[in-house]
C-alpha cells in the first residue's frame, strides 16, 4: 500500500525534473541564438547622423576581413546602434559580433544574421530564421 502512494510522488517529481531540464536546454539554445555580446563602447559619446555613416562604413570595411562572404551582410547604423543583416557561416558568426563591438563608436549591436552551416546556401531564402535581437 505504501509503494501505492509513492507513485503519484515519484510521477509529479520527475514531471518536475523533466520541465526543469526542458527549461535549462530551452534557455541555452535561446543565448546560443541570441548571441548575448555586450558591446565594448557602449557608453561612447554619440555625435550624430555623420557619425552613424562613418561607423556604418567603418564596419562595412572591415567585414572582408572577418568572414568569408561579407557581401551577404547587410550594415545599417542609427544613434551608434549597428544592426547586421542577412548571412553568416556559422563558424564565423561569434566572431564577428565580437569584433563589431569592437569598434569605437559601436553603442549596441543588433544581430539579425541567418547563421548558415555550408557555404553552399548564400542567396538562399531560410525557412529557420534565427530571432532578431538588440544587445
Known amino acids: 500500500m505504501e509503494g501505492q502512494a509513492m507513485k503519484p510522488v515519484a510521477i509529479v517529481a ?10 535549462l536546454l530551452l534557455e541555452r539554445w535561446l543565448a546560443r541564438a541570441q548571441r ?11 555625435l550624430g ?7 556604418r562604413e567603418r564596419v562595412r570595411s572591415r567585414l572582408g576581413d572577418w ?13 551608434g546602434v549597428v544592426r547586421v ?8 558568426l561569434d566572431g564577428l559580433l565580437s ?3 569592437g569598434v569605437d563608436g ?8 541567418e ?6 546556401g548564400f542567396g538562399e531564402v531560410s525557412k529557420g530564421r534565427s530571432p532578431e535581437v538588440t544587445y
Not at 37 to 46: D, K, T
Not at 49 to 55: F, N
Not at 115 to 120: F, G, T
Request: aromatic share 4%; net charge negative; charged share 20%.
Open 106 to 113: 559601436v553603442r549596441k549591436v543588433h544581430n539579425a544574421l
Open 14 to 23: 520527475g514531471g518536475f525534473a523533466g520541465g526543469v531540464l526542458a527549461m
Open 67 to 79: 568572414v568569408s562572404h561579407p557581401g551577404a551582410i547587410r550594415v545599417d547604423v542609427e544613434n
Open 49 to 55: 547622423s555623420e557619425d552613424d555613416a562613418q561607423l
Open 115 to 120: 547563421a548558415l552551416s555550408d557555404p553552399s
Open 85 to 92: 543583416s542577412g548571412q553568416v557561416l556559422v563558424k564565423e
Open 99 to 101: 569584433r563589431i563591438t
Open 36 to 46: 548575448v555580446v555586450p558591446a565594448a563602447n557602449r557608453n561612447a559619446e554619440y
